[in-house]
């Protein structure tokens, strides 16, 4: 089915543990007659088995939140948590490279050099964090075998697509602001994942503080200067963009008051 030749360095354990997720999801679409995921959907769920792969092998059971010296152990990756550095390095690109992200597919123009594949892990590392209930491979499972796209999305969790990207987009703003996490039902749990990004560089890239997530409202971050917003879609159908600003075409400054708005594409 597939040949693979694998050169030393770390970076290569993960990609086989990618590849055979394919693999796997493949069968289940051709001879489970799942039918085939979009691939934005397929390379997420394989960078979620690079994910847990690396944490396995680190030791970090499911439901441990693991930090920025669990993944950096003497301030270097190794060999065990190179795979959830490199999830973290292309989610990281993703979301700096706003106002061009995509969770469906690769901008153009692309000076962040940001993919579907942070994109999407990201996205999916929320959904198994919101709603696994502890239970990650069994809602794994059952995500990646009863169904394709997303209906079957839908039907795991119970919630309507549209409702699924609000929550990850509040979800993503929320991480680097306790307050606002702390008050914010559905969150990421298995990896603090601002203070790693802090570690890195210097700031989570989509923290923005709040003077009420319950209306959706948001106040503009000092990292931004310009007009921000996700869009996300699937072969389904439907197109939403989410735009974290009133207006797109308006200059914001660093303080002002803006609004989620939510439009329907197509």
Do not use: C
């Amino acid at each position: 089915m597939t040949y693979y030749r694998r050169p030393e360095g770390a970076y290569f354990l993960g990609t086989l543990v990618h590849e055979v997720k394919h693999i796997s999801s493949h069968g289940y679409a051709l001879f489970a007659g799942r039918g085939f995921n979009p691939t934005w959907m397929e390379e997420g769920t394989a960078e979620i088995a690079v994910d847990k792969s690396s944490r396995d092998a680190s030791g970090f059971t499911d439901g441990t939140r693991v930090g920025l010296y669990d993944m950096y152990p003497g301030g270097s990756l190794n060999s065990e948590t190179y795979g959830m550095g490199v999830v973290f390095h292309r989610a990281r690109a993703y979301l700096m490279a706003s106002p061009l992200s995509a969770l469906i597919g690769n901008p153009n123009p692309n000076p962040n050099g940001s993919t579907y594949y942070g994109a999407s892990w990201l996205f999916h590392r929320f959904l198994v964090d919101a709603y696994a209930g502890g239970a990650e491979d069994t809602f794994l499972h059952d995500l990646n075998t009863g169904g394709a796209d997303e209906p079957w999305l839908e039907s795991v969790t119970g919630r309507a697509v549209e409702a699924l990207f609000v929550e990850f987009l509040v979800g993503t703003g929320v991480e680097g602001q306790p307050a606002a996490r702390a008050a914010t039902a559905r969150t990421f749990s298995s990896y603090d994942v601002a203070g790693i990004a802090q570690g890195w560089e210097g700031e989570w890239p989509y923290t923005l503080a709040t003077s009420d997530f319950s209306t959706g409202a948001f106040i503009l971050s000092t990292h931004y200067t310009a007009a921000n917003f996700f869009d996300f879609g699937s072969t389904g159908g439907t197109w939403l963009r989410l735009d974290a600003f009133n207006d797109l075409e308006e200059d914001l400054n660093p303080g002002d008051d803006v609004a989620m708005v939510i439009t329907r594409i197509r």
